[in-house]
T-cell receptor, first 114, second 111 residues
Framework: NAGVTQTPKFQVLKTGQSMTLQCAQDMNHEYMSWYRQDPGMGLRLIHYSVGAGITDQGEVPNGYNVSRSTTEDFPLRLLSAAPSQTSVYFC?????????????FGPGTRLTVT | DAKTTQPPSMDCAEGRAANLPCNHSTISGNEYVYWYRQIHSQGPQYIIHGLKNNETNEMASLIITEDRKSSTLILPHATLRDTAVYYCIVRVDGTASKLTFGTGTRLQVTL
């Protein structure tokens, strides 16, 4: 198993540009989520999904869109990048109703918006 | 989910036990204690979880006080590779949901 993979590892954008961060998992997990981590801070939830075709907002959803067309993939779209979106982005996945709710995290995408 | 309090940093000599405390005085009866760690900006990694009994796995032990208001994560023989930020998280188990990360404890293991 590759686990949770994220691409790209690093990205620099100019203000106003858009891009998609890719996330894929091969563990057949129903639950997938996106977090961002700012320097010296804990992770904050952006969006999450409990299955294909179902998405919902987390605590910091503004400026981001998601979709879940397959179980495996959960891309995060930045609509119009802003310097405040400079952060490290982590994708995570887990089973939906299997204890313990061990979430598997990807290696992260380091995004800089200038 | 209940709020947790952890010391911002701790040091531990390699080979010694690392004992990381967590206070969760407002924990509810149906809330579990989870521990994750994050090594050098990698994605967080699950370590262990428990409800009220002490738990042990191949990575660590979790000791939860009888009143469940605090817990301690024990790494029995810390190595340099255990240097990381450790997060104590309290959450209700029912179905998967978000993990609320605080700022955690930065554990530095030294020679």
């Amino acid at each position: 198993n590759a686990g949770v993979t994220q691409t790209p590892k690093f990205q620099v954008l100019k203000t106003g540009q858009s891009m998609t961060l890719q996330c894929a998992q091969d563990m057949n997990h129903e639950y997938m989520s996106w977090y961002r981590q700012d320097p010296g801070m804990g992770l904050r939830l952006i969006h999450y999904s409990v299955g294909a075709g179902i998405t919902d907002q987390g605590e910091v959803p503004n400026g981001y869109n998601v979709s879940r067309s397959t179980t495996e993939d959960f891309p995060l779209r930045l609509l119009s990048a802003a310097p405040s979106q400079t952060s490290v982005y982590f994708c995570a996945s887990s089973y939906y109703d299997r204890i313990p709710y061990e979430q598997y995290f990807g290696p992260g995408t380091r995004l800089t918006v200038t | 989910d209940a709020k947790t309090t952890q010391p911002p940093s701790m040091d531990c000599a390699e080979g010694r036990a690392a004992n990381l405390p967590c206070n969760h005085s407002t924990i509810s009866g149906n809330e579990y204690v989870y521990w994750y760690r994050q090594i050098h900006s990698q994605g967080p990694q699950y370590i262990i979880h428990g409800l009220k009994n002490n738990e042990t796995n191949e990575m660590a032990s979790l000791i939860i006080t009888e009143d469940r208001k605090s817990s301690t994560l024990i790494l029995p023989h810390a190595t340099l590779r255990d240097t990381a930020v450790y997060y104590c998280i309290v959450r209700v188990d029912g179905t998967a949901s978000k993990l609320t990360f605080g700022t955690g404890t930065r554990l530095q293991v030294t020679l």
